[in-house]
């Protein structure tokens, strides 16, 4: 199993940046997919970014790319979201899950951190 805790979130102004963290436990970080989703209020939960478990491919929602970054560090099992020009527009609950099963769907996800764009 794996337990996801994200970190990073707060309140930011428009065209600022914050980077978010997603600390894993567990020994097999490494050979799983992981992913970022967001949730606005009264909002379905989105799809934000993916990476495979090596690092090498990584996938984007077409409204953070050029914005956003996501990468990993398994040295510290930790997936990262850098997220630059935000906009008020980005404002939700981000999650990070992990394909943990190699199904191709998420299926262990953390218990979110808010972001807010505002000035």
């Known amino acids: 199993q794996v337990q996801l805790v994200e970190s990073g979130g707060g309140l930011v102004q428009p065209g600022g940046s914050l980077r978010l963290s997603c600390a894993a436990s567990?020994?097999?970080?490494?050979?799983?997919?992981m992913g970022w989703f967001r949730q606005a209020p009264g909002e379905e939960r989105d799809f934000v970014a993916s990476i495979n478990w090596s690092g090498g491919d990584t996938y984007y929602a077409d409204s953070v790319k050029g914005r956003f970054t996501i990468s990993r560090d398994s040295a510290k099992n930790t997936v990262y979201l850098q997220m630059n020009s935000l906009k008020p527009e980005d404002t939700a609950v981000y999650y990070c899950a992990a394909d943990y099963s190699g199904a191709g769907a998420f299926d262990y996800w953390g218990q979110g951190t808010q972001v807010t764009v505002s000035s």
């Open positions: 567990g020994r097999t970080f490494s050979t799983y997919d």
